[in-house]
C-alpha cells in the first residue's frame, strides 16, 4: 500500500526555520517525481517545490525561491522541505505528492499520490 506521510509542521514565528519530512511506504522514491504542495485557508492548492526523478532537475515557486530547499534521502525514502526566513504568507497546509514518471509535473492533478499535510503557521 503506498502511503506518503508528512511531518515536521508546527507553529513559528517570522523569521524563523522549520524542516518537514516526507517518507514513503510501499514504494521507493527512486523513478518518482515528488513534490511539495500548499494550500491556505480560502485558497487554491498551490505548488511549492518539486524534482524529478530523470535528471534531478528542481522546481521553486517564485515566492519560495531563495528560501525553501529540497532534499532527499535516498536510504531513507524521505525527502524534505527546508523552510527559512518564514513569512506570515506561508502560513498553509502542506503536502507532499508522487507520481511515477521521469518528467516534472507540476499540477495537482498530475499527482497519483498525496500525504494528509502537515500545518505550518507562521505568525508573531
Known amino acids: 500500500q503506498v502511503q506518503l506521510v508528512e511531518s515536521g509542521g508546527g507553529l513559528v514565528r517570522p523569521g524563523d526555520s522549520l524542516r518537514l519530512s516526507c517518507a514513503a511506504s510501499g514504494f521507493t522514491f527512486g523513478g518518482y517525481a515528488i513534490a511539495w504542495f500548499r494550500q491556505a485557508p480560502g485558497k487554491e492548492r498551490e505548488r511549492v517545490s518539486c524534482i524529478s526523478s530523470g535528471d534531478g532537475s528542481t522546481f521553486y515557486a517564485d515566492s519560495v525561491k531563495g528560501r525553501f530547499a529540497f532534499s532527499r534521502d535516498s536510504a531513507k525514502n524521505t525527502v524534505y522541505l527546508q523552510m527559512n526566513s518564514l513569512k506570515p504568507e506561508d502560513t498553509a497546509v502542506y503536502y507532499c505528492?508522487?507520481?511515477?514518471?521521469?518528467?516534472?509535473?507540476?499540477?495537482?492533478?498530475?499527482?497519483?499520490?498525496w500525504g494528509q499535510g502537515t500545518q505550518v503557521t507562521v505568525s508573531s
Open positions: 505528492a508522487a507520481r511515477q514518471v521521469s518528467w516534472l509535473p507540476f499540477y495537482v492533478s498530475d499527482y497519483d499520490y
